[in-house]
T-cell receptor, first 111, second 114 residues
Framework: AQRVTQPEKLLSVFKGAPVELKCNYS??????LFWYVQYSRQRLQLLLR??SRESIKGFTADLNKGETSFHLKKPFAQEEDSAMYYC?????????????FGTGTQLKVEL | DSGVTQTPKHLITATGQRVTLRCSPR?????VYWYQQSLDQGLQFLIQ???????AKGNILERFSAQQFPDLHSELNLSSLELGDSALYFC?????????????FGPGTRLTVL
C-alpha cells in the first residue's frame, strides 16, 4: 500500500524566513513523488516532481530514500507563497496510475 | 492554466438526485483521472481512464460511475446523492497511463448536496 504523511497541518513563518514542509512516504516500489500547490481551494498546480530536479518559484525538494522523505524547502519565504501544499506519490496499479496525497500543509507567510 | 477544463464550476442539488460532471483533458492527453476533495477525507483518487478504458480504480462508490468517450472527454456520474457527497471534484489528465507521467489538474466542480 502507498501512503503519504504530512505531519504539519499548519506552518506559519515570517517573510524572509526559511521554509521546510515535511513529507514522508511509504511505498514498496520506486516512488514518483510530487509537490502540488493549491491557492484558496482552486485548481491543484504542479510545483515540482523529484525526477526533474527543477527549482520552481525558489522551491526545491530532494528525495531521500533512506529516510523515505521528500521535504519541500525554500530559503526565503514570500507573502505569495501562502497556500496549501500537498505532497503526492504516484504509483502503478496493474498498468494504471493513481496519485496518493498527503493531508496537506497550510503555509502562512506573515509580514 | 493547465489546459484541463471542467464543467460546471458549481452544482447545487438535492439528496437523491443524479448529476453528471464533465472533463476535457489537455490536447494530446489520453489519460483522465477523477479525484474527490472533501474536508473530512482530503484528496481521494476515484478512477482513471486511458484511451477509453478503465485503468485504475480507487475509493469510488458504487453509486458513482465514469466513462471516457472516443473524443477523450470524460464524465463522472453521481447518483442517489447524499449530503456527504458534497465536495470539490477534480479531473486531471496526463499523456500516458503510467506513474512516470505528470498529472495536470482542472479547476474542479464544486458540488453541494442539500
Amino acid at each position: 500500500a502507498q501512503r503519504v504523511t504530512q505531519p504539519e497541518k499548519l506552518l506559519s513563518v515570517f517573510k524572509g524566513a526559511p521554509v521546510e514542509l515535511k513529507c514522508n512516504y511509504s511505498y514498496s516500489g520506486s516512488p514518483e513523488l510530487f509537490w502540488y500547490v493549491q491557492y484558496s481551494r482552486q485548481r491543484l498546480q504542479l510545483l515540482l516532481r523529484h525526477i526533474s530536479r527543477e527549482s520552481i518559484k525558489g522551491f526545491t525538494a530532494d528525495l531521500n530514500k533512506g529516510e523515505t522523505s521528500f521535504h519541500l524547502k525554500k530559503p526565503f519565504a514570500q507573502e505569495e507563497d501562502s497556500a496549501m501544499y500537498y505532497c503526492a506519490l504516484s504509483g502503478v496499479t496493474g498498468g494504471g496510475n493513481k496519485l496518493t496525497f498527503g493531508t496537506g500543509t497550510q503555509l502562512k507567510v506573515e509580514l | 492554466d493547465s489546459g484541463v477544463t471542467q464543467t460546471p464550476k458549481h452544482l447545487i442539488t438535492a439528496t437523491g438526485q443524479r448529476v453528471t460532471l464533465r472533463c476535457s483533458p489537455r490536447s494530446g492527453d489520453l489519460s483522465v483521472y477523477w479525484y474527490q476533495q472533501s474536508l473530512d477525507q482530503g484528496l481521494q483518487f476515484l478512477i482513471q481512464y486511458y484511451n477509453g478504458e478503465e485503468r485504475a480504480k480507487g475509493n469510488i462508490l458504487e453509486r458513482f460511475s465514469a466513462q471516457q468517450f472516443p473524443d477523450l472527454h470524460s464524465e463522472l456520474n453521481l447518483s442517489s446523492l447524499e449530503l456527504g457527497d458534497s465536495a470539490l471534484y477534480f479531473c486531471a489528465s496526463s499523456t500516458g497511463a503510467l506513474s512516470s507521467y505528470t498529472q495536470y489538474f482542472g479547476p474542479g466542480t464544486r458540488l453541494t448536496v442539500l
